[in-house]
């Protein structure tokens, strides 16, 4: 199928590939973010408006699998979020990211639920994504979707004054569709 084409509805949104000229609205997703209280649980995002537009543009090219699938999120035409789906040994490891703004009304669970259903009729039968522990609404998000919590694992993203690594435990959470 021509990654053009590709394109789920639900009922309030449309998730499709992730285009070159979507990189503006990630870079305020991730502005959003990284002022976020949940910013320590990720790797700090550039957003530096060349290195955006560079990183978009190579999930753009990446293409629509069998490896990387990386969505769009939007709201009407807005882009509100991503989702991002990597083939590892097993199954396919998922990632998403949501501006604040639209925390709490559902679009996360929305919109992850219906790309699961695709992954699983492209013959995908096991996914696992990470979240910090303390980060609540993730967690929340993924157990309602059926991950299940199979591990933990120290994860650090930042140095502290000294330059020693500020370690947070790592939620390792499975679904199998």
Same mark, same amino acid.
């Given at each position: 199928?021509?990654?053009? &084409?590709? /394109?789920? @509805?639900? =009922?309030?949104?449309?998730? *499709?590939?992730?285009?070159?000229? +979507?990189?503006? +609205?990630?870079?305020?997703?991730?502005?959003?973010?990284? #002022?976020?209280?949940?910013?320590?649980? =990720?790797?700090?995002?550039?957003? =530096?408006?060349? +290195?955006?537009?560079?990183?978009? #543009? /190579?999930? #753009?090219? $990446?293409?629509?699998?069998? =490896?990387?699938?990386?969505? $769009?999120?939007?709201?009407?035409?807005?882009?509100?979020?991503?989702? !991002?789906?990597?083939?590892?040994?097993?199954?396919?490891?998922?990632?998403?990211?949501? +501006?604040p703004a639209? @925390?709490?009304?559902?679009?996360?669970? &929305?919109?992850?639920? $219906? %790309?699961? *259903?695709?992954?699983?009729?492209?013959?995908?039968?096991?996914?696992? !994504?990470?979240?910090?522990?303390?980060?609540?609404?993730?967690?929340? %998000?993924?157990?309602? %979707?059926?991950?299940?919590l199979t591990?933990?694992?120290?994860?650090?993203?930042?140095a502290d004054? $000294?330059? /020693?690594?500020?370690?947070? &435990?790592?939620?390792?959470?499975?679904?199998? %569709?």
């Open positions: 199928m021509c990654q053009q &084409e590709l /394109r789920i @509805h639900t =009922d309030r949104l449309i998730m *499709r590939p992730v285009q070159e000229g +979507d990189w503006p +609205d990630i870079q305020r997703i991730w502005e959003g973010v990284n #002022a976020s209280p949940y910013a320590r649980f =990720d790797r700090p995002h550039n957003t =530096d408006s060349t +290195d955006v537009q560079g990183r978009i #543009a /190579r999930w #753009a090219a $990446a293409g629509q699998g069998p =490896d990387h699938f990386f969505f $769009a999120v939007c709201l009407c035409k807005t882009v509100i979020g991503y989702i !991002a789906f990597n083939r590892r040994p097993i199954g396919y490891e998922v990632g998403y990211c949501f +501006d639209y @925390h709490g009304k559902g679009y996360a669970s &929305e919109s992850l639920s $219906a %790309l699961m *259903r695709l992954m699983q009729n492209r013959g995908v039968r096991k996914l696992t !994504a990470g979240t910090a522990g303390e980060n609540m609404p993730s967690v929340r %998000l993924l157990t309602s %979707l059926g991950f299940v591990g933990t694992e120290p994860v650090s993203f930042y004054e $000294a330059g /020693r690594p500020v370690f947070f &435990e790592g939620g390792v959470f499975e679904a199998v %569709l």
